[in-house]
């Protein structure tokens, strides 16, 4: 079995910095692709970053600049470092990864997610 915690939310005013973290725990081989999604109230799941098991990064326009996705192999854990917060950020942020089990079963997982709420 395979989960994904979350931590790192919370309330902050605009021009603020939080930094989220996602570990990755149970039966796990490997680890392909770690990322974070986030959705906002009435509107879908989006994805803003992800980071491929060499550290190769994707980051959606509307943050670059103001997020870093990094990633720590031999934790199994995917931080998001994210600055200069805006109102437009807030939302339940979900940690996303496809992982590889010990018995060679491969499946994309989630974490419950965390709130984050910027006022402005």
């Known amino acids: 079995q395979v989960q994904l915690v979350e931590s790192g939310g919370g309330l902050v005013q605009a021009g603020e910095s939080l930094r989220l973290s996602c570990a990755a725990s149970?039966?796990?081989?490997?680890?392909?692709?770690m990322g974070w999604y986030r959705q906002a109230p009435g509107k879908q799941r989006e994805l803003v970053a992800s980071i491929l098991s060499r550290s190769s990064t994707d980051v959606a326009d509307s943050v670059k600049g103001r997020f870093t996705i990094s990633r720590d192999n031999a934790k199994n854990t995917v931080y998001l470092q994210m600055n200069s917060l805006k109102p437009e950020d807030t939302g339940v942020y979900y940690c996303n990864a496809r992982i590889r089990t010990v018995v060679g079963d491969v499946g994309t997982y989630w974490g419950p997610g965390t709130q984050v709420t910027v006022s402005s």
């Open positions: 149970g039966s796990i081989f490997s680890i392909d692709v």
